[in-house]
């Protein structure tokens, strides 16, 4: 569960609430199996004091997103989380637009990837659904790969069945590589079935939707049926 728009709903008004961290402990109760936030350059949204107190508050599977700065790498191998994602990132854009750039990856991003590795951090890399660009992040020394599912979940219903096959061809050289395959971006309800329903899937990062949706069904009731269709489409 990516808590991130919570903190976007609190710092368009100021002050505290609404509580991200509060946000990760009724997702767990609701069953989340991890929280994950992206720390921006700009603190849009997480701002560092919520990643300490998620990081020694909450005791689930904190995955922290971030991009491949001096700063941000001094940041992680500081808390070592559980887990990272590099993705890249730009200050005008609303949302992580697409993958990194694994095949002109810039000088600091394989240090990057050593230096919070060394820390005990699973680093994987948010890469296009390739399988080319899932060798260029094993060849990089990424851990894990997380799948965009952009094009997936937001491009037209004619189109998905040809998106799902890309993504399934590079979850599949994921698992021959040995990397643990994640997926992520702009997945919802109507568009989570077949990608849980792929076995080299083995983690979903679900954000915006569910904010969104707790505005009408409440956020522990919004965790509980993504669970549920996730549980129903791992059962085929």
Do not use: W
């Not at 995955?63 to 940041?75: D, G, H, Q, R």
Request: proline letters at 5%; hydrophobic letters at 45%.
């Amino acid at each position: 569960m990516n808590v991130d728009h919570v903190a976007t709903l609190r710092n368009a008004r100021g002050g505290h609430f609404p509580c991200p961290v509060e946000a990760a402990r009724l997702c767990m109760a609701a069953g989340a199996d991890g929280i994950t936030v992206h720390l921006r350059e700009d603190r849009r949204h997480i701002r560092d004091r919520d990643v300490e107190r998620l990081a020694s508050e909450v005791s689930t599977r904190l995955n922290l997103e971030m991009a491949a700065t001096p700063e941000m790498v001094a940041i992680c191998t500081r808390l070592a989380p559980p887990a990272c994602c590099i993705v890249p990132e730009k200050r005008a854009e609303l949302t992580t637009e697409g993958g990194l750039d694994v095949f002109s990856p810039s000088p600091f991003l394989r240090e990057a990837i050593a230096r919070i590795a060394a820390r005990g951090t699973e680093v994987a890399l948010f890469i296009e659904p390739d399988p080319a660009a899932v060798e260029a992040a094993a060849a990089l020394g990424a851990q894990a790969v997380e799948l965009h599912t952009g094009r997936y979940a937001e491009g037209a219903a004619e189109g998905r069945a040809e998106e799902l096959a890309r993504i399934a061809r590079a979850a599949k050289r994921a698992r021959e590589l040995g990397l643990a395959c994640h997926a992520g971006h702009g997945l919802s309800y109507a568009t989570i079935g077949p990608i849980a329903a792929l076995p080299e899937i083995e983690e979903v990062s679900i954000g915006h939707f569910l904010v969104s949706t707790a505005i009408f069904e409440g956020l522990g009731e919004a965790v509980r049926r993504m669970k549920a269709l996730i549980a129903a489409a791992r059962r085929g």
